[in-house]
Each structure stands twice: as structure tokens, then as C-alpha cells.
């Protein structure tokens, strides 16, 4: 059958094709994709080419589906799968497949395999490895952010702690602690504000920084300082480019303590530094934001590493139980997914907002692959919706919904390009 997809072909070459699929094999399973959110690990991808350690040497030839963040439904299943699988079946899908010393990912290193697509090929392995999971929930786009949800749980959890009585590590993030997530008022930052006001190690205090007032005033609006209080734990969000100290009056929140876990969202030198500074006794760091410099370098305090324990680590993605927990927390609404997302866009609008994704202001990019519409900021929907009947039922969706993008806006989408998302 036929697929629309985008491909990659080398650096900076993205091209959105039509072409035949070919038949499944009996350990194969074609998919119909649904929702695809861009991945800032995609654009390194695709600036990195055939460097890129997942990337395949004959790509320019053998060209490779783009795109992870993905969810959908199974339309055919080989003889192997049968019991296991069944057509109409919503998925979502682990990518980081760690198969047998390979780097191999689907959205990375597959000819048809990949999350920007209409169609796909997921092959033996993902189901082998159990990463093509079973999706419960009602809509598709909370599938799509289960992957990039499930690396910040990845980070929560890994995270660890030690005492001086013996050589256990506690793991998780700290229970009554406090947190610091530097960066935090991007997406990937909103996401883990979200979790870790239901972490099962309840935190005494999430401290959010950023240096831009707009993005801290929407991180107020989606997830409030009184909402987080609510449930017992202090929020506050802060601009350290106002402050005239900004380590001594963080450390003022805490009363001179430190943080105990400390995310660094952003892959900046200064801001790494800072939080190896803020660190309490054996506080963890956990360098969160991938660099694309393969040198990049920051330098720590060795002196407290060796007398107050503190650690330094780093987490990139997350297992298949981290995509279950969040698709289940998203399914019961224990954590709110579409706090990351601030655009979305039709399949046509990928290869473009891809390319040149650092320099799209906002959040994640979500879009739908199985329709053509413009990227477009959540945050437009009521101009446009002056002249355009489709923004204005999305405007006032997504207003009723703390402007945030949901489930119903999804269906308007759906039955506004005549999409029956049942139909195989």
C-alpha cells in the first residue's frame, strides 16, 4: 500500500514523498499513524546526518522515516504478532529499542519505519523488545507525548541518593525535598513540573527558573503556584535574569539548605554550573538537556563532591515502564501532557518546522499526519478564528481547557478534514 511520509536523505535534506510500502513479513506489523510531535532529537538528526550514531551510511539511497513521538492504530498484523496484536488496536511506541548492542530506532534508522508518516512498518524487534504498547486512552496526541513524557519520568527516577551508613542508593528524587528544575518553562521543563507534583516521593518545593517573563506567565497559567499548593507542595517560579544573585537567593528559598534534585533543562555551561552549586548535601544533578556540541564542558566542585556527597548524572530517554506510567497517569488524568504543546500542524508543516525548530518560539510541535494544515501557534487561534470557522472552534476549545490543546480539539480537527480516527 501506499504511504505518505517525510524522509530523510542526509544533512538538512527533508522530503515529504508518496511511495509503496512493501508487503509485512509474518514478524511485521503495519501501523496507521495518527499523531507525531517533533522531537528537538530529530533536528539533531537531521543536522547531524549520516555523524549521527543512530543514523544508517546509505540513507542517501535508502532514505529513513523521521520522526518518534508517534501514536496510532495497528491496521495489519503478521502470523507471529496474532495473538498478541489485533487490527483497530491504538499503540503507542517505545523508540529506544536497545536491541542487541545496536542503536537503531525507529524515526532514526528505518527505511519504513518512523513516526512522520501516514503508514509505517514497525519491524520484529520493537515487538520483541515490547515497545509497541497497548493505548487505553481517548486521545491520540497523549500517546504521541507519552515518549518525551516518559524521558522525564526516566529523569525522576533515575535519580538517586546515598547516606554514610552504607552503600545503598536511595532511588528517586528525594521525599520532601527540595527540586530545582533550571531551565523549566520550556516544554520538556513544564512536563516534568507536571509529573513531579504527583511523584510518589512528594517534594516539599519545585523551584521553576527561566529568564523569560512570557514563558514563566503561561507556565503560571497551565500549572498555577496554587494548584501545586493544593496538593501540599510550593511552586514558585522565578526569573534569574532578574536577580542580582541568583545562587544566593535560591539558596534563600530553601532557608540555605540546597536542592536535593536539580534538572538542568538547558544546555547551557552557566546554568549547569550554577546547579552544581546549588546542590545540598548529596543532592543530585541531573544533566537533562542533550548538548548537540559532542564537547561541550562545564566545570563542578570536586571539593563537595568528595565532603557533602553531591553527584552528578545524566538521563536521555526512558524505559518501556516509564511509557507505561505515563500513559496510564495521562489515561487517568494524573498528569497533564499538553502542557508541553504550543503549535500544531498537519503533516506538510514537518519537514520545515524540523528543520528550523530552535527557532520557532514556544513549545512542542504537534501534528497530525494523516491531513495537511499549516504549523500554527495554539496561541493564534482566536485571530484566526475571526474569519476561519475551524480557529474559532479550536480557540474556544482550547480556552475552555486553560488554553491548553485537549481532547476535543482533537476530534474537531478530526471531523473537520472528514478523518475517522476508527478507520483503519
Given at each position: 500500500m501506499?504511504?505518505?511520509?517525510?524522509?530523510?536523505?542526509?544533512t538538512?535534506?527533508?522530503?515529504?514523498?508518496?511511495?509503496?510500502?512493501?508487503?509485512?513479513?509474518?514478524?511485521?506489523?503495519?501501523?496507521?499513524?495518527?499523531?507525531?510531535?517533533?522531537?528537538?532529537?530529530?533536528?539533531?538528526?537531521?543536522?547531524?546526518?549520516?555523524?549521527?550514531?543512530?543514523?544508517?551510511?546509505?540513507?542517501?539511497?535508502?532514505?529513513?522515516?523521521?520522526?518518534?513521538?508517534?501514536?496510532?492504530?495497528?491496521?495489519?498484523?503478521?502470523?507471529?504478532w496474532?495473538?498478541?496484536?489485533?487490527?483497530?488496536?491504538?499503540?503507542?511506541?517505545?523508540?529506544a529499542?536497545?536491541?542487541?548492542?545496536?542503536?537503531?530506532?525507529?524515526?532514526?534508522?528505518?527505511?519504513?519505519?518512523?513516526?512522520?508518516?501516514?503508514?509505517?512498518?514497525?519491524?520484529?524487534?520493537?515487538?520483541?523488545?515490547?515497545?509497541?504498547?497497548?493505548?487505553?486512552?481517548?486521545?491520540?496526541?497523549?500517546?504521541s507525548?507519552?515518549?518525551?513524557?516518559?524521558c522525564?519520568?526516566?529523569?525522576?527516577?533515575?535519580?538517586?541518593h546515598?547516606?554514610?551508613?552504607?552503600?545503598?542508593?536511595?532511588?528517586?528524587?528525594?521525599?520532601?525535598?527540595?527540586?530545582?528544575?533550571?531551565?523549566?518553562?520550556?516544554?520538556?521543563?513544564?512536563?516534568?513540573?507536571?509529573?513531579?507534583?504527583?511523584?510518589?516521593?512528594?517534594?516539599?518545593?519545585?523551584?521553576?527558573?527561566?529568564?523569560?517573563?512570557e514563558?514563566?506567565?503561561?507556565?503560571k497559567?497551565?500549572?498555577?503556584?496554587?494548584?501545586?499548593l493544593e496538593?501540599?507542595?510550593?511552586?514558585?517560579?522565578?526569573?534569574?535574569?532578574?536577580?542580582?544573585?541568583?545562587?544566593s537567593?535560591?539558596?534563600?528559598?530553601?532557608?540555605?539548605?540546597?536542592?536535593?534534585?536539580?534538572?538542568?533543562?538547558?544546555?547551557?555551561?552557566?546554568?549547569?554550573?550554577?546547579?552544581?552549586?546549588?546542590?545540598?548535601f548529596?543532592?543530585?544533578m541531573?544533566?537533562?538537556?542533550?548538548?548537540?556540541?559532542?564537547?561541550f564542558?562545564?566545570?563542578?566542585?570536586?571539593?563537595?563532591?568528595?565532603?557533602?556527597?553531591?553527584?552528578?548524572?545524566?538521563?536521555?530517554?526512558?524505559?518501556t515502564?516509564?511509557l507505561?506510567e505515563?500513559?496510564?497517569?495521562?489515561?487517568k488524568g494524573?498528569?497533564?501532557?499538553?502542557?508541553?504543546?504550543?503549535?500544531?500542524?498537519?503533516?506538510?508543516?514537518?519537514?520545515?518546522?524540523?528543520?528550523?525548530?530552535?527557532?520557532?518560539?514556544?513549545?512542542?510541535?504537534?501534528?497530525?499526519?494523516?491531513?495537511?494544515?499549516?504549523?500554527?501557534?495554539?496561541?493564534?487561534f482566536?485571530?484566526?478564528g475571526?474569519?476561519?470557522?475551524?480557529?474559532?472552534?479550536?480557540?474556544?476549545s482550547c480556552?475552555?481547557?486553560?488554553?491548553?490543546?485537549?481532547?476535543e480539539?482533537?476530534?474537531?480537527?478530526?471531523h473537520?478534514f472528514?478523518?475517522?480516527?476508527?478507520?483503519?
Amino acid at each position: 500500500m501506499k504511504t505518505k511520509a517525510v524522509r530523510m536523505y542526509g544533512t538538512d535534506d527533508l522530503r515529504l514523498e508518496e511511495f509503496e510500502l512493501p508487503q509485512i513479513k509474518e514478524d511485521e506489523i503495519l501501523v496507521k499513524i495518527m499523531s507525531d510531535s517533533i522531537c528537538m532529537s530529530t533536528y539533531k538528526l537531521v543536522k547531524q546526518g549520516k555523524k549521527h550514531k543512530r543514523a544508517p551510511q546509505n540513507m542517501d539511497t535508502n532514505p529513513v522515516i523521521v520522526g518518534h513521538e508517534c501514536s496510532g492504530l495497528i491496521v495489519e498484523v503478521g502470523n507471529k504478532w496474532k495473538d498478541h496484536f489485533r487490527p483497530g488496536q491504538k499503540f503507542s511506541l517505545q523508540p529506544a529499542l536497545n536491541y542487541m548492542g545496536k542503536l537503531d530506532s525507529p524515526g532514526y534508522s528505518y527505511e519504513f519505519c518512523g513516526g512522520a508518516c501516514t503508514y509505517c512498518i514497525m519491524p520484529n524487534e520493537v515487538m520483541e523488545l515490547g515497545c509497541l504498547l497497548d493505548y487505553t486512552g481517548e486521545s491520540f496526541f497523549e500517546a504521541s507525548l507519552g515518549e518525551p513524557m516518559s524521558c522525564i519520568i526516566g529523569g525522576f527516577h533515575a535519580n538517586y541518593h546515598t547516606n554514610k551508613r552504607n552503600y545503598d542508593h536511595a532511588m528517586g528524587t528525594k521525599t520532601d525535598g527540595n527540586i530545582l528544575i533550571m531551565g523549566g518553562c520550556g516544554p520538556m521543563g513544564l512536563g516534568a513540573v507536571s509529573y513531579g507534583l504527583q511523584f510518589e516521593n512528594k517534594p516539599k518545593r519545585i523551584v521553576v527558573t527561566d529568564i523569560s517573563d512570557e514563558r514563566i506567565a503561561r507556565a503560571k497559567e497551565v500549572i498555577s503556584e496554587e494548584t501545586a499548593l493544593e496538593r501540599g507542595i510550593q511552586l514558585l517560579y522565578v526569573n534569574t535574569a532578574k536577580m542580582k544573585d541568583p545562587i544566593s537567593e535560591l539558596m534563600a528559598i530553601t532557608g540555605g539548605h540546597g536542592y536535593d534534585d536539580v534538572f538542568v533543562y538547558v544546555p547551557v555551561k552557566e546554568v549547569a554550573e550554577m546547579g552544581d552549586k546549588l546542590l545540598a548535601f548529596d543532592g543530585c544533578m541531573n544533566f537533562f538537556a542533550g548538548p548537540s556540541d559532542s564537547q561541550f564542558q562545564a566545570e563542578i566542585n570536586l571539593y563537595n563532591c568528595h565532603y557533602t556527597s553531591t553527584h552528578i548524572m545524566g538521563t536521555t530517554g526512558g524505559n518501556t515502564d516509564d511509557l507505561v506510567e505515563a500513559n496510564q497517569l495521562s489515561a487517568k488524568g494524573a498528569i497533564e501532557a499538553a502542557v508541553m504543546v504550543t503549535h500544531i500542524g498537519g503533516i506538510d508543516s514537518i519537514a520545515e518546522a524540523t528543520k528550523n525548530l530552535p527557532s520557532i518560539p514556544g513549545g512542542k510541535k504537534l501534528t497530525y499526519t494523516q491531513f495537511d494544515m499549516p504549523l500554527t501557534a495554539i496561541g493564534d487561534f482566536e485571530e484566526l478564528g475571526k474569519t476561519d470557522p475551524l480557529f474559532q472552534k479550536l480557540s474556544e476549545s482550547c480556552k475552555a481547557h486553560k488554553g491548553l490543546w485537549n481532547g476535543e480539539a482533537e476530534k474537531i480537527l478530526f471531523h473537520h478534514f472528514g478523518i475517522n480516527p476508527k478507520e483503519l
